[in-house]
Every structure is written in C-alpha cells, then in structure tokens.
C-alpha cells in the first residue's frame, strides 16, 4: 500500500475508532480489535516512512511528534467528551 493511501486509511480507522469509543466505550471488544488495527497500519506506514535514504533523519522524527502530537490531541478530546456529556444536565 502506498503512504498517501495508508495515511488516508489510517485516518478512515483512527475515526472509526473514536466512533465506536463513544457509542460503546472504551473497553468493548470492538472498541480494542479497532485500535489494534489501528496499530498495525500506523506500524506499517512507520516502516514506509523509515526506509533508509528516504528522508533527512530529523524530518521523520518531526512528522512523528507532529503524528503523536494530534493522536494525543484526539484522544484527549475523545475522553474530554465523554466527561462532557456525563456532566450535562
């Protein structure tokens, strides 16, 4: 699979997964077989895109943290919302 199709891919999953998170919780079974499916595809487009002589070695990692920085942002607002809605009257 190229990158730009396993990018889209990836994030066809990652709102799957957040979908299925709030309409079922965190702890259902389906909720988890996503996020491992999830994981897969983030380890292969990992692979991809550390391949030797791809990239400057600096420019991964900084598409990595940018990569980490908005799945952290996501997941906190996944979590933020459930709050959210458990505290409305």
């Known amino acids: 699979m190229r990158e730009e199709q396993l990018e889209k ?3 066809k999953k990652r709102d ?3 979908k299925i998170g709030l309409a079922k ?3 259902c ?3 988890i077989l996503c996020s491992q499916e999830l994981d897969d595809m983030i380890n292969e487009y990992n692979r991809l895109k550390l391949r030797p002589n791809r990239f400057n070695p600096i420019q991964q990692y900084h598409e990595f ?3 980490l920085n908005e799945c952290t942002f996501k997941l906190l607002m996944l979590g933020c919302s ?8």
């Open 82 to 89: 459930s709050y959210i809605r458990y505290f409305q009257v």
């Open 9 to 11: 891919a990836i994030n």
């Open 65 to 67: 943290i940018l990569f």
């Open 29 to 31: 079974e389906e909720t």
């Open 25 to 27: 919780g965190l702890q």
């Open 16 to 18: 799957e997964m957040i």
